[in-house]
């Protein structure tokens, strides 16, 4: 089955636009025999929106995103956006369109709050790490800072997640002469491990573009449950991956490398209730 992943500059607070943008990607997406398009975190939205979190933020019923939801018939969609709750919390969202309808909503961990970030002040923190059946299978779906935890990648792990989703706004840090910049190159390593770690399809979408002074890195990837790189984005431009996924490699995988036969959580919770309990 194909999969796309849509490496995409969004503006600023400017939502219409943004879903256009999803749309022509999506579209081609279609076009080229894709049934999943994977875009980065605040795809609707923009990264660096602060006091403008309120404004553009949307709920599954927002006509904004009725014709993502529409096309969500023929190909799945996987957006990010600010959500707002019935209880006017705001949170750093992913929502995963299937058949009509947000199938899966995915709201942001860990909000990181050092050096040039500031996501704390804004959105609040998700609590639940969820596997849902998709269009390819039993999924789950991240946002950037989640995937610096590896507690998030172990509950889906041991939830037998068979395909990862992550949406990243990642800025650059560190260009390098190879022409890739250096916390991009961290990113592919953690996909690559993460990948073969699991046994599952790792799909990163990373934005480009310039925003509020932030350089935003690109270099979107797929990788196999091998912790093959099996496509790779650059650093600057838009750019759309389609590939091909094989899911008779990730039961090889598992087989090689049964970690999720040998997973004990039980003994993991008990260690966790003694360390809490030892604080």
Same mark, same amino acid.
């Given at each position: 089955m194909k999969v796309a992943v849509a490496q995409i500059n969004t503006k600023l607070g400017r939502v219409k636009e943004n879903v256009e943008k999803c749309l022509e990607f999506a %579209?081609?997406?279609?076009?080229?025999?894709?049934? !999943?398009?994977?875009?980065?975190?605040l795809s609707l939205t923009g990264y660096n929106i602060q006091d403008l979190t309120f404004e553009v933020a949307l709920t599954a019923e927002s006509p904004e995103l009725i014709p %993502?939801?529409?096309?969500?018939?023929?190909?799945?969609? !996987? !957006? =990010? %956006?600010?959500?707002?709750?019935?209880?006017?919390?705001?949170? &750093?969202?992913?929502?995963?369109?299937s058949e009509g309808k947000v199938k899966h909503v995915h709201r942001k961990l860990y909000l990181p709050t050092y050096g040039m970030f500031d996501e704390g002040r804004f959105t609040g923190r998700g609590k639940e790490v969820k596997v849902f059946k998709g269009r390819l299978g039993e999924s789950s779906i991240f946002i950037c800072e989640d995937l610096w935890h590896f507690s998030s990648i172990y509950l889906a792990?041991?939830?037998?997640?068979? $395909?990862?989703?992550? %949406?990243?706004?990642?800025?650059?840090? =560190? $260009?390098?002469?190879? =022409?890739?910049?250096? &916390?991009?190159e961290v990113w592919l390593n953690m996909?690559?491990?993460?990948?073969?770690l699991t046994g599952s399809y790792f799909l990163y979408s990373n934005r480009v573009g310039v925003e509020d002074g932030f350089v935003f890195s690109g270099n979107s990837f797929i990788c196999d449950p091998y912790g093959n790189v099996i496509a790779k984005a650059g650093s600057f431009k838009e750019e759309l991956l389609t590939v091909e996924l094989n899911p008779s490699l990730i039961r090889s995988a598992r087989i090689n490398l049964p970690l999720l036969r040998d997973e004990r959580p039980l003994m993991v919770l008990k260690n966790l209730r003694r360390i809490l309990d030892e604080r």
């Open positions: %579209l081609k997406a279609k076009e080229e025999g894709a049934k !999943v398009c994977l875009f980065p975190e %993502l939801i529409e096309l969500s018939r023929e190909i799945d969609i !996987v !957006v =990010g %956006l600010i959500e707002e709750t019935p209880e006017h919390i705001f949170y &750093n969202s992913a929502f995963y369109l792990f041991i939830q037998k997640a068979k $395909y990862i989703f992550a %949406l990243s706004a990642s800025p650059g840090r =560190g $260009y390098r002469e190879k =022409g890739m910049f250096g &916390n991009a996909g690559e491990f993460y990948s073969r």
